[in-house]
């Protein structure tokens, strides 16, 4: 069974840190793009971030740059985000995304369809 499973979200203040966390598990992870996205009611879910396979290349939307942090560890199944300097504007669910299909680019947040049940995020200012 194809599953993401996401953990670390919690309660914070404006300026902290969380770490989120994503378990894979049921397909070839070390080979799929992943990527991490976020959405809070009434919006649509955006991406905020996504990894190549191998973990050389990271995509960031402008307004988590140089704050958020996307990794994985290919020999656990396991993608991160750390998240710092948390700010109000960053309460979120945030939800694990996998792009199912082998691509060199993963720059595209279109192409992630499996997703995981989302780790809920909120920052108190």
């Known amino acids: 069974q194809v599953q993401l499973e996401e953990s670390g979200g919690g309660s914070v203040q404006a300026g902290g840190s969380l770490r989120l966390s994503c378990v894979a598990s049921g397909y070839t992870y070390s080979r799929k793009c992943m990527a991490w996205f976020r959405q809070v009611p009434g919006k649509e879910r955006e991406g905020v971030a996504a990894?190549?396979?191998?973990?050389?290349?990271?995509y960031y939307v402008d307004s988590i740059k140089g704050r958020f942090t996307i990794s994985r560890d290919n020999a656990e199944n396991t993608l991160y985000l750390q998240m710092n300097t948390l700010k109000a504007e960053d309460t979120a669910m945030y939800y694990c995304?996998?792009?199912?299909?082998?691509?060199?680019?993963?720059?595209?947040?279109?192409?992630?369809?499996?997703w995981g049940q989302g780790t809920q995020v909120t920052v108190s200012s």
């Open positions: 990894i190549s396979s191998d973990g050389v290349d990271t």
């Open positions: 995304a996998a792009d199912l299909v082998d691509r060199v680019y993963c720059g595209s947040f279109r192409a992630f369809t499996l």
